[in-house]
């Protein structure tokens, strides 16, 4: 049964770090790539990081380049968000991806 099971998120201040962690079972971790993703209500699911499947290559949107940076641990099937700098309009729901499938979201709101 595959699981991707995010954690990490929170309320944090303007300006503030926050690290997601995305911890993956029920399929050869190793061999996908990872994606997170952020949804605020009424909009469209937003790309936010891509990672390669040996790490060797990552992306990132021009809305977070520079602030956040995607990782990952293939030997504890675990991928990683650190987000730095965060702004209000990086509040949302924060998905990982691996294939077809996606994990529960965790909720990260950036307010004073």
């Known amino acids: 049964q595959v699981q991707l099971v995010e954690s990490g998120g929170g309320l944090v201040q303007p300006g503030g770090s926050l690290r997601l962690s995305c911890a993956a079972s029920?399929?050869?971790?190793?061999?996908?790539?990872m994606t997170w993703y952020r949804q605020v209500p009424g909009k469209e699911r937003e790309l936010v990081a891509y990672?390669?499947?040996?790490?060797?290559?990552?992306n990132y949107p021009d809305s977070v380049k520079g602030r956040f940076t995607i990782s990952r641990d293939n030997g504890k099937n675990t991928a990683y968000l650190q987000m730095n700098s965060l702004k209000p309009e990086d509040t949302a729901v924060y998905y990982c991806?691996?294939?077809?499938?996606w994990g529960q979201g965790t909720q990260v709101t950036v307010s004073s």
């Open positions: 991806h691996a294939s077809s499938f």
């Open positions: 990672i390669s499947t040996t790490g060797s290559t990552t």
């Open positions: 029920g399929f050869t971790f190793r061999n996908y790539v």
